[in-house]
């Protein structure tokens, strides 16, 4: 009977285990501005990220995420493109995208970078 109780409560704790894995990735983002920066990080203050940092330098975005909440990385993806920021995966829509602060519109050289102080939204 102890070996019985022993096996199940060994099987609980290796699926609670494997359900908690977190995943460390680094990944390309499109962006051009502090007010970018913010918007994207702000996009991954959601429950399974554990972190989420956005290099403007590099725009690569570096993220920590519990697998139980995010088993497919292209959702993990999804949190820039839903506030209208490409990756290297995924576009984010036009209609999204469109929405963004002129400042922040990064698909094409023709486009302005320049971000005058803090813009409401």
């Known amino acids: 009977m102890k070996n019985l109780i022993f096996v199940v ?9 494997s359900a908690q894995k977190k995943v460390d990735v680094t990944f390309e983002v499109g962006g051009v501005c ?26 690569q975005l570096h993220v920590v995420y519990k697998t139980k ?14 506030v209208g920021h490409d990756t290297d995966l995924i576009k ?7 929405k963004i602060h002129e400042c922040c519109k990064y698909r094409s050289e023709k486009e ?3 971000c005058s102080g803090d813009h409401e939204h």
């Open 112 to 114: 302005t970078h320049k």
């Open 34 to 59: 502090g007010m970018c920066e913010e918007r994207i990080e702000k996009a991954y203050d959601v429950k399974g990220i554990v972190i989420a940092d956005y290099d403007l330098e590099t725009h």
């Open 69 to 82: 909440h995010f088993p497919d990385i292209l959702d993990v993806h999804r949190l820039a493109t839903s």
């Open 92 to 98: 984010a829509s036009e209609e999204v995208y469109a």
């Open 9 to 17: 409560f060994s099987l609980l704790l290796v699926t609670n285990i």
